[in-house]
């Protein structure tokens, strides 16, 4: 038996080639970068989400408002058209049903 073989080497935070500080810190300006980054490319593309400054700009609120009523014409519409074609496939079926009907009585 080997001298000092019970004893293991225990792993100290400090003893590793990064420190958790180190590690942090890394993982932090990396997020801050992607940050900034993702801004910039957000302000050239015209896509930055305005904050509140605009929330009580009477243009502002009117153009939602125009924009929610167009949204629901659009969905009333497609509510509409969806009905209607939900009443064409059951007058199909029953048009099916009718026919499948018949024809068992024309076989007896």
Not at 9 to 29: A, E, K, L
Not at 79 to 103: G, N, S, V
């Given at each position: ?105 024309f076989n007896e």
């Amino acid at each position: 038996m080997q001298i000092g073989a019970e004893y293991k080497r225990v792993s100290y935070p400090c003893d590793q080639h990064i420190t958790r500080y180190q590690s942090n810190m890394r993982f932090f300006t990396i997020a801050l970068f992607f940050c900034i980054l993702s801004n910039v490319f957000a302000w050239y593309h015209g896509d930055r989400v305005a904050l509140a400054d605009d929330e009580y700009d009477p243009e502002a609120i009117e153009n939602r408002q125009q924009i929610a009523k167009e949204y629901m014409a659009r969905e009333k519409f497609r509510r509409r058209i969806r009905e209607e074609i939900a009443k064409e496939e059951i007058e199909h079926k029953y048009r099916r049903e009718k026919i499948r009907r018949a024809m068992e009585s024309f076989n007896e």
